[in-house]
């Protein structure tokens, strides 16, 4: 059996067109070999992991004309945007006016006025910026998942040691965005997102939780509200009301997955009770398979407390005119 002639060194990891294979002294019979993917017609990949939205990008890339950038859903996967599931569909490239729509197999083209979209670079690709991207969301995004985007561009993502990347936007860049894409699709909902969005946001579903509370007719829970505990310890529940000290931890399927997750929340909770504060935990389940249970409980529970504080109010105030009588 003959052995395959090994690739160049600079060509793992890599994506290139057949017709510039000669640079890379590669013989087209080599190129139909097992080890050469075929991600796109007329390009060739070597280690890239088709299934990864980064890498499917770079395997593109050599056919990336002038003006043609990442956009729509795609370009939000590669900023880091909670989209879930909506970007393992097609690429997204969008070509400003006057330009070829990209055509491919797994691609999908867009047009767009060059006045329209600002422009940036993500991974070393070229993509349409935070901003707009944002606005290209809402043709096809309910309001309320337009803001749980909106939270996370205003707030950077949290990283692993605590601390926070910086943020893609600022509110006054998004709403320059929406002004651009007035008389869009999706420009009504653009317009209703803006102004709900709330900074300090670390998840999706604390974003749906919010507005959850809002549309039925709860007051609108604070996020990251700074509450001190034991130890000169400062503690920032997802939610809370803060004058009626309930906090509202909205707990992913990682805190009980995560062995130390579940200690560090038993020992928060401990904390926020030593300093009479109520909390309410809330799974996927309580959001999103019985919302009206959740609303239910919240009322009560804000409910409760309000009676127990005035109790409390009301106790303080009989103690006190009865030290003034003595």
Known sequence: MTSRKPLPEHLRMAAFRTSE????????????SPDVQ??????????????????????YEPLLGRKHYF???????????????????GLHVATLEGRTPARSRGVIGHVMKSADVSVTVVFGLPAIAPSDVWCQLAATFSSVDLVAVGDFLI?????????????????????AAVIRHRGCRGATALRWALPRLRAGVDSAPESHLRLL??????PEPVVGAEVAVAGARRLHPDLAYPDLKI??????????????Q???????????EDVEWRVMRVSADHLYRDPDALVRRIR????????HLTGESSQTAVRSQMKRRL
């Open 21 to 32: 294979v000669a640079p890379h002294e590669v013989g087209v019979g080599r190129l139909r």
């Open 38 to 59: 075929h991600p796109f017609h007329a390009v060739r990949s070597v280690w890239l992991d088709l299934n990864d939205l980064l890498d499917r990008c770079r395997a």
């Open 213 to 218: 509370c809002i549309a039925a007719g709860l």
């Open 155 to 175: 707030t950077g993502r949290r990283m692993r040691d605590g601390r926070r990347a910086a943020a893609l936007c600022t509110i006054e860049e998004l709403d």
């Open 262 to 272: 579940f200690r560090r929340d038993i020992e928060r909770k401990e904390l926020y």
């Open 247 to 260: 906090a509202i931890e909205y707990e992913g399927e990682g805190h009980r997955a995560d062995a130390a």
């Open 71 to 89: 956009s729509h859903v795609t370009a939000a996967a590669l900023f880091g945007m909670p989209v879930g599931f909506r970007s393992r569909a």
């Open 300 to 307: 009560m529970k804000i409910s409760q407390q309000r009676r």
